[in-house]
Structure formats: structure tokens, C-alpha cells
């Protein structure tokens, strides 16, 4: 890859929301500095030309990123997905072209929680059907099957962030509740862990999922396991579609085996109207809306936001989901490196081997998979940092590098800021120490960008 242009003022910086987010979002980021603007409901052509030059990209679940995609975005250097899940996003791909992508795990947690209680309720009443036959002007009033959720066991997979909620909650409706989770949790209240999910199913009234799709996740309510629940018992899932057989929890519902079932996810969205529950009795679905609250909303785009400019200012990759996590803290008098590598045996090596020529103030280097990451502080006065940076970039292994400055931002005077006469000895330097990738245009490019020596800047490609 190719990024010609290497340094750039802050409101050079390029954000496209792809989907619908909260406004504090973009607010956020034109408060940084940054250049925002929208690009809804586009072809895939239209917007892989939309964002050939974009910085960072901000979506929901209905944009995807996969990996023939990313040959036609060469500056995007982050995307943050303004939900909980990534399926969106061919993850190992992006880590391949050095984009971290960051999500907000924590902040539709309460919004599902609250809507799953209230799905309990309705499907031990058979509020669904009784609300469609008023709409249809029936009185179909009656008790049979229809019971409190207070002391019923509820079955939790998937004890995160929402199955805890869900927990806490139930336990408040007088539920009692056991939850099985792949990894040892320390229970929450009077909630108990089972060794196994199938000690799980026979036991309770209710069965919630609150799980990540992965293959141990994929399809993991099946007939096979619909037949060791308990009879008469109630699925709920919102957590990911591809991890239930519709076909065969519709036939569990029409045999009796279950009394009820809700779906906010489904394997394919939207809904068409060959999906297998659709009709059916006490089967209560929802257009994948367990994140769909102002609160939830706010919250996500806020995690996100702080996400995107930390990454674009600092380096920080904290939150990335396919990236290695690090952050260094800001120093005075420095410029900050960072470098994306395939990791692979002796990269470490070669990366000391140029760094022991300057003057590190600090630096951490962390791998993740195939990727390693590394962000560096060299000392501001060196004037090598472009130097630095195209050592870095010659490594066989190297994928992206890039220098960030930011008046003032490691010091409490002004940082050096580079210049055209500075940046003419970076060049000559750089030709010196026989460095790969020239810099012959570098000059000019400064000229064209107009870079002013009072202008903030802050990163580079």
C-alpha cells in the first residue's frame, strides 16, 4: 500500500457515517476538528467511491465491510461499529490492511436486559396473541396457559454484560436463576452456575441466549436440544441470529413442545416472509430493536466516538476488537510513531535495530494473531521522525506506519512543529541512511496541503 500523503491538519481528517448514529457523534468529532459528513443508504459502488479517501468510517449492523472491500479505501485508518456485534466486518482483513475496529460492548447492556423482562412477561401472559386479537376486534380473554413469572427458573446463557443484567432483574421478579457460561463467572445475587448447557435445559421455565456468534455458538439450539428442554418451556434470543434453527423451533412450537418463543435476531435480516415463525402462536418478534433506545444510542455513539479519537490522536488502540490493545501515555517534547507489522519471527529485532539510532523516549510493541503493533515516542528536537517512519516503513514486514503530531500536545509550550526547511533536512537525511520508499515528493505534497507552522496536526499516513 501506498500512502503518499503521510502528515495532515486536524480538520484534514476525514469521518463518514455510513448508518444512522446519535448526533452527539459527529458533534464530537467536529469538536476535535474533524471533517464529518453522512452517506446513507448507497450502493456498494457508491460508497466504496465515497470513502476512497475517508480517515474513518462510523456504522451500524446494516454496512459491511468484507475483505475485497478494502483495496478500494487506502487511507481509512479506523472503523467503528456504533453497536455491541462485529459480524459485519470481515475482522481479519482489516487487521491485514492495519485498521483497527473498535465497537461499544457495554452500551445497549440495560436497553436488552429491560426488553427481555418485558418478553418474559409477555409470553407467560400470551400478551402477543391477546394484543392481535383486540386488533382484530376479538375479546379472546382466558387464564389457561397463561402464568406469573414469579418463581419460575430461568435459564441464562452467556453470563456477560446482558446475561448479568438479565440476572439481577429476574431475581427482582422473584425468578430463580441458573446460567451457564463457557468461562468460570462469579454469580451474581442468588444465581447459580451449571457445569454443562445440557444440565441447563430440563431445568428451567425460560431459556435466554446472551452469546457472541462463533462456531461454538452457531446453530446451538437445534432439535436435538429443543427436545432435552423442558416441556412447555419458553427460547428467547437476542443476542445472534445464526445461533438457533428457526425451522425447528417452529416446529417446537407447533407440536406443544415449547408454549412460546420471542426473536429479536434472526440468521438472515431483514425479515422475509418465508421465515418459519412467522403466524405462528405465542410467538413474539421484533425487528433486532434490543439496542434500539435514545439511552443505548447516546451511550454507544459516546464509547465509540472517544474510541475513534483516541486511535486517530494518540495511537490507542483500547477497545480494538481485532487489534493488540495498547496506549501509551502522552509525553511532552515528543512525536509518536506508530507502526502496523505482520508478525512474524525477528520483526522485533529489526524494529530495535532502527529504533537504537534516536532517541526513544518510551515506546511498547504488542501482537495480536497475525498482527503486531507498535507505537513509539521519539524525542520532538531529533528532527528524524519522517526518517524514523520510512526506516519502518522498508521492513519486508511492515503494513502501515504513520506520525502523529499535535501542537502542544506532549508539552506545555509548543512542540516543534515541522516546516519545509526542516522537512528538506529530513530528506537529505533520509537519502543518507539509504532508506527505501523516497521522499522525493514530500516537499511539494507539503506545499499542496498548505501546512501552516500554527496549524494542528494530527496524524500521518
Not at 441464562?156 to 468461562?183: C, P, R, W
Not at 402462536?281 to 472517544?306: K, W
Not at 499535535?406 to 508539552?411: D, L, R
Amino acid at each position: 500500500m501506498n500512502f503518499s500523503n503521510w502528515i495532515y491538519p486536524k480538520d484534514f481528517i476525514q469521518v463518514t457515517f455510513c448508518d444512522k448514529v446519535a448526533p452527539t457523534c459527529a458533534q464530537r468529532l467536529r469538536e476535535e476538528g474533524f471533517s464529518v459528513d453522512v452517506a446513507l443508504k448507497r450502493s456498494k459502488d457508491e460508497l466504496r467511491k465515497h470513502l476512497a479517501n475517508k480517515h474513518a468510517v462510523g456504522i451500524r449492523s446494516k454496512t459491511h465491510f468484507m475483505e475485497e472491500d478494502f483495496e478500494y479505501l487506502p487511507e481509512l485508518l479506523t472503523i467503528g461499529c456504533f453497536c455491541i456485534g462485529t459480524d459485519q466486518v470481515d475482522l481479519d482483513a482489516a487487521a491485514r490492511h492495519g485498521i483497527p475496529v473498535f465497537n461499544a460492548p457495554f452500551g445497549n447492556t440495560r436497553s436488552v436486559a429491560e426488553l427481555i423482562m418485558s418478553q418474559l412477561v409477555q409470553l407467560a401472559r400470551q400478551a402477543g396473541d391477546r394484543n392481535r386479537e383486540c386488533h382484530e376486534a376479538y375479546w379472546g380473554k382466558t387464564h389457561i396457559g397463561c402464568h406469573e413469572i414469579r418463581g419460575k427458573k430461568l435459564g441464562v446463557v452467556g453470563y456477560g454484560h446482558v446475561g448479568t443484567q438479565v440476572s439481577i432483574l429476574a431475581e427482582a421478579f422473584g425468578m430463580k436463576v441458573f446460567y451457564y457460561d463457557i468461562n468460570p463467572k462469579l454469580p451474581l445475587g442468588n444465581a447459580t452456575r451449571v457445569n454443562s448447557f445440557e444440565e441447563l435445559l430440563p431445568m428451567v421455565d425460560f431459556l435466554t441466549l446472551h452469546v457472541p456468534y462463533t462456531p461454538l455458538t452457531h446453530n446451538m439450539i437445534t432439535k436435538k436440544r429443543i427436545a432435552m428442554m423442558k416441556d412447555k418451556s419458553y427460547l428467547l434470543n437476542a443476542a445472534r441470529g445464526r445461533c438457533v434453527v428457526l425451522e425447528d423451533v417452529a416446529d417446537a412450537i407447533q407440536s406443544g413442545k415449547l408454549a412460546g418463543a420471542y426473536f429479536d435476531v434472526y440468521p438472515s435480516e431483514p425479515l422475509t416472509k418465508d421465515n418459519p415463525l412467522l403466524g405462528l402462536p405465542n410467538v413474539i418478534l421484533t425487528p433486532h430493536i434490543g439496542g434500539s433506545t435514545e439511552e443505548a444510542q447516546e451511550n454507544i455513539g459516546l464509547d465509540c466516538t472517544r474510541k475513534i479519537i483516541e486511535f486517530i490522536n494518540s495511537g490507542s488502540t483500547v477497545g480494538a476488537v481485532n487489534f493488540p490493545e495498547i496506549s501509551l501515555p502522552v509525553r511532552k517534547n515528543c512525536h509518536r510513531i506508530i507502526n502496523v507489522h505482520r508478525n512474524v519471527p525477528g520483526v522485533l529485532r529489526q524494529i530495535n535495530e532502527i529504533l537504537c539510532d534516536y532517541n526513544v523516549a518510551a515506546q511498547i510493541l504488542s501482537t495480536k494473531d497475525e498482527i503486531g503493533y507498535l507505537i513509539v515516542d521519539l524525542d520532538a528536537h531529533t528532527k528524524l521522525s519522517v526518517v524514523v517512519k520510512e526506516k519502518l516503513d522498508s521492513l519486508e514486514a511492515s503494513i502501515k506506519s504513520r506520525v502523529i503530531w499535535k501542537a502542544g500536545m506532549y508539552s506545555q509550550s509548543q512542540t516543534p512543529e515541522p516546516n519545509a526547511e526542516a522537512m528538506a533536512q529530513q530528506i537529505y537525511l533520509n537519502k543518507v541512511t539509504n532508506s527505501s520508499n523516497s521522499l522525493h515528493s514530500l516537499a511539494e505534497e507539503f506545499d499542496d496541503i498548505g501546512l501552516g507552522k500554527e496549524e494542528e496536526v494530527a496524524a500521518a499516513i
